[in-house]
């Protein structure tokens, strides 16, 4: 099993940035690629963007490209998800993912372990 926790989210203003963390522990070893999501009230929760644990190889949705970035620390065993020039519709709750699979994974049941999500309120 993996534990998946995150945290630094919070309330920002438009235009600002907030670095959000995901700490995985228990079977890291069997990890191949972290996942961020998020999760509008009303709304499906959506894909944000993926990195592989080996190589650090990135992807993003379009609605984030550009300034959202992925980052990992292996020896930390976490995951970090930098979020610039917010937007209103930027707000969520945020999910860390983590599969045993290895490639750009964009869907949700290719995940097999979530966080417990950590709450993005943008002002506008």
């Known amino acids: 099993q993996v534990q998946l926790v995150e945290s630094g989210g919070g309330l920002v203003q438009a235009g600002g940035s907030l670095r959000l963390s995901c700490a995985a522990s228990g079977r890291t070893s069997s990890i191949n690629t972290m996942g961020w999501f998020r999760q509008a009230p009303g709304k499906e929760r959506e894909f944000v963007g993926t990195?592989?644990?080996?190589?650090?190889?990135?992807a993003y949705a379009d609605s984030v490209k550009g300034r959202f970035t992925i980052s990992r620390d292996n020896a930390k065993n976490s995951v970090y998800l930098q979020m610039t020039s917010l937007k209103s519709e930027d707000t969520a709750v945020y999910y860390c993912?983590?599969?045993?699979?290895?490639?750009?994974?964009?869907?949700?049941?290719?995940?097999?372990?979530w966080g417990q999500g950590t709450q993005v309120t943008v002002s506008s």
């Open positions: 990195i592989m644990w080996s190589g650090g190889s990135t």
């Open positions: 993912a983590a599969s045993i699979l290895l490639g750009t994974l964009v869907r949700r049941v290719s995940y097999n372990y």
